[in-house]
């Protein structure tokens, strides 16, 4: 097992003064092949001199990375950093084992440190300095997962009876056609306004006893094969690798909802299979030639214009009116009057005290500061800051400066790792397809090339699953001549 920290005063005092630190403390409870400890520039110099009296004292390898112009609090630089030397250290070996120190650093180094290992499966260690541990217990501690399954999990839907700021009429609708499974809905919206929360909200108020099932399109790969399977199903022995049935979401949504997000990523040869399955009521499980009715509640949601996307030959024209029988568009938060932005921001507030079982308010200024940002993430974003804010604030109230210094951190900056294509792109002059295809060439690239080689890494940045990016990689290998991105 390899081991990943910050290096904190502490860990550089403890081979200076001949005292304890939080690494010589995991170092002589725990055994690790390696140690990959990351510094400031600042800490250069103390920080050579640590790793060589590192391998004398514990005869391990080390290996230092140093975060050149990297502001101990900046979130965002942080996990950029802390992922670019996970991937680093992947590199060589996808099954390596990681361990993280979440106590070496600064709040917002510890907070990325424990994001990142929650989402990459790694042992996770706090240690305690010895005053403070009673007698007999553990210096090193594994992290209680319960925190950080609390701190992952929450999100926006978990507002109590949410709004969404749609028009009374609008919403009167909605309480018509929810009960109707035969009124496909299609929601639209940017991203992080809450699409899926209104998805469960049509199916609470369907009054439906069923299941509610909710999958995300770009999960498809371009393996047609591969992606019926996922939405219908196959019997076992249907095609290579099948060793066993699999109930696809149309059959586990069967008397329920199905939501299919991002429905504008659907490849064409999968949009004729939906398109026919919404037509009959009715589905095809890969191996059986035995149709199977579904009655099913579908809700598609996007953030791409189809319409748009129908004119470019992008998406079929006459499975886009199937899907949208009805069609709605959720307000970007920015597009909210700010009497509404306070209530949002106050209503996501009392959701997170309740979370963790401990009220905190926030001042009026703040409040009018938060109300006033452009949110370009809307309330995925807006949830971010406020949870970030929460834990770090002590007392009854969230920190003023805490929350400055996050809107100021989140100016000019990009949402969700997307990239602004360079001027004078090489597919402006490009039929709109081939043009998609070149852009999305373009963003699988930087992707890789951002999170040195690491497929997983960059999936995740790319919002797609590393199955999907596999098979892209594989599609171009084969189709440009052993030339991948």
Request: neutral net charge; contains cysteine; glycine residues 6%.
């Given at each position: ?41 600042d800490f250069k110099k ?16 080390v290996y230092g990375y ?377 963003r699988v690239k930087l ?39």
């Amino acid at each position: 097992m390899k081991l990943l920290s910050w290096v904190g005063t502490a860990d550089l005092n403890s081979f200076k003064n001949n005292t304890e630190g939080p690494i010589k403390v995991l170092l002589g409870t725990r055994w690790f092949t390696s140690v990959h400890y990351m510094h400031t520039e600042d800490f250069k110099k103390d920080a050579d001199s640590f790793m060589g009296q590192m391998k004398k004292s514990y005869d391990v390898e080390v290996y230092g990375y140093n975060a050149k112009n990297l502001s101990p609090i900046d979130y965002p630089t942080i996990f950029d950093f802390v992922s670019k030397v996970i991937g680093k250290i992947l590199k060589s070996d996808q099954a390596t084992k990681l361990a993280v120190n979440v106590t070496s650093g600064t709040p917002a180094m510890s907070a990325i440190m424990l994001y990142l290992g929650k989402n990459r499966n790694m042992d996770v260690y706090a240690t305690r300095d010895a005053k403070f541990t009673p007698p007999n217990e553990e210096r090193v501690l594994p992290v209680n997962w319960s925190f950080v399954d609390a701190l992952h999990s929450f999100s926006p839907t978990d507002i109590e009876e949410p709004k969404f700021y749609l028009s009374d009429e609008v919403m009167e609708d909605l309480n018509k056609l929810a009960p109707l499974s035969d009124v496909n809905i299609l929601i639209g919206g940017e991203t992080g306004v809450g699409k899926s929360l209104l998805a469960k909200k049509i199916h609470q108020m369907s009054l439906s006893k069923g299941p509610f099932v909710e999958f995300n399109c770009a999960e498809l790969s371009g393996d047609q094969t591969m992606a019926v399977s996922r939405l219908f199903g196959h019997k076992k022995g249907a095609f290579t690798g099948a060793i066993s049935d699999h109930q696809g979401v149309f059959q586990q949504a069967n008397n329920g909802t199905l939501f299919l997000d991002e429905i504008g990523e659907l490849e064409p040869a999968i949009q004729s299979v939906l398109l026919m399955a919404i037509q009959k009521r009715a589905i095809n499980i890969l191996g059986d030639d035995t149709p199977i009715d579904v009655k099913v509640k579908l809700i598609t949601a996007t953030n791409k214009n189809i319409l748009d996307m129908v004119r470019g030959g992008l998406f079929r024209s006459d499975l886009y009116y199937r899907l949208a029988e009805y069609e709605l568009e959720l307000p970007s938060v920015r597009e909210l009057p700010e009497k509404s932005r306070r209530e949002l921001i106050a209503r996501l507030l009392e959701s997170i005290s309740k979370k963790f079982k401990l009220e905190k308010s926030i001042s009026n200024e703040s409040l009018a500061k938060m109300a006033d940002f452009n949110w370009p993430g809307n309330i995925r974003q807006i949830d971010f800051l406020l949870k970030r804010v929460y834990l770090l604030s002590d007392g009854a109230r969230l920190n003023n400066k805490k929350i400055t210094n996050a809107l100021e951190n989140m100016k000019n900056r990009t949402i969700e790792g997307s990239a602004c294509a360079p001027s004078g792109s090489p597919w402006d002059n490009e039929p709109l397809r081939e043009a998609v295809d070149l852009y999305r060439k373009y963003r699988v690239k930087l992707a890789l090339d951002k999170h040195g080689g690491n497929k997983s890494l960059a999936a995740r940045s790319l919002g797609i699953s590393p199955q999907t990016l596999n098979d892209y990689l594989y599609k171009e290998v084969n189709t440009s001549g052993g030339e991948a991105p």
